[in-house]
Nanobody, 114 residues
């Protein structure tokens, strides 16, 4: 069974870059036709898709976040990483990594505050 686990700092200062890593076990991020996503949920709001990285390494981003978002991967570690630059308190949320096949990590709370 595929399992995903987010890791990274829980507190980030405004204007800094938020960086989170998703470690995948039980499956390979390079498996054909598999896509891996970052999704977030701000307090009191719905889920927001941030972007994908495909099995091929190609990426796709939400238009509203594209200018600040980068998703990359380390195939040797079976991990993919989210970087969100120039964060503000509005980026405070629970961040999830997920596979489009339906597996999700448990989520990690990130707070943007000085």
């Amino acid at each position: 069974q595929v399992q995903l686990q987010e890791s990274g700092p829980g507190l980030v200062k405004p204007s800094q870059t938020l960086s989170l890593t998703c470690t995948v076990s039980g499956g390979s991020i390079t498996t054909n036709y598999h896509f891996w996503s970052w999704i977030r949920q701000p307090p009191g709001k719905g889920l927001e898709w941030m972007g994908n990285i495909a099995y091929s390494g190609s990426t796709d981003y939400s238009p509203s976040l594209k200018s600040r978002t980068s998703i990359s991967r380390d195939t040797s570690k079976n991990q993919f990483t989210l970087q969100l630059s120039s964060v503000t308190p509005e980026d405070t949320a629970v961040y999830y990594c997920a596979s489009l096949s339906g597996y999700w990590g448990q989520g990690t709370q990130v707070t943007v505050s000085s």
